[in-house]
């Protein structure tokens, strides 16, 4: 079994940043792909970016794609999402996901995840 916490959400400006965390706790973080999700009032859940087991390979949607990183530190069981230039539009809340398939490639679909944390709040304003 896995756990999941993410921090570092917050409010910031449009064009600013903010880097999320994922901690994980439990069960073999470092040999699973991890994905970032995020859902906004009234919309579904949608997939931002992902990564694969040891976070070479990386899929990004196209909102995310160019403003966004995703990297995986195994060492800290820790998954990162970098996001810079930050749009009001990017306001949702974001969760983190681990895909229990070991040494698994990157999954954009919440369906392959197996884990979930709790998510955090992004707020941009205009």
């Known amino acids: 079994q896995v756990q999941l916490m993410e921090s570092g959400g917050g409010s910031v400006q449009a064009g600013g940043s903010l880097r999320l965390s994922c901690a994980a706790s439990g069960g073999n973080f470092h040999k699973y792909p991890m994905g970032w999700f995020r859902q906004a009032p009234g919309k579904e859940r949608e997939f931002v970016a992902t990564c694969n087991w040891n976070g070479i390979s990386s899929v990004y949607s196209d909102s995310a794609r160019g403003r966004f990183t995703i990297s995986k530190d195994s060492a800290k069981n820790t998954v990162y999402l970098e996001m810079t230039n930050l749009k009001p539009e990017d306001t949702a809340v974001y969760y983190c996901?681990?895909?229990?398939?070991?040494?698994?490639?990157?999954?954009?679909?919440?369906?392959?995840?197996?884990?979930w944390g709790q998510g955090t709040q992004v707020t941009v304003s205009s």
């Open positions: 996901a681990a895909d229990s398939l070991l040494y698994g490639p990157t999954a954009t679909t919440a369906e392959a995840y197996d884990y």
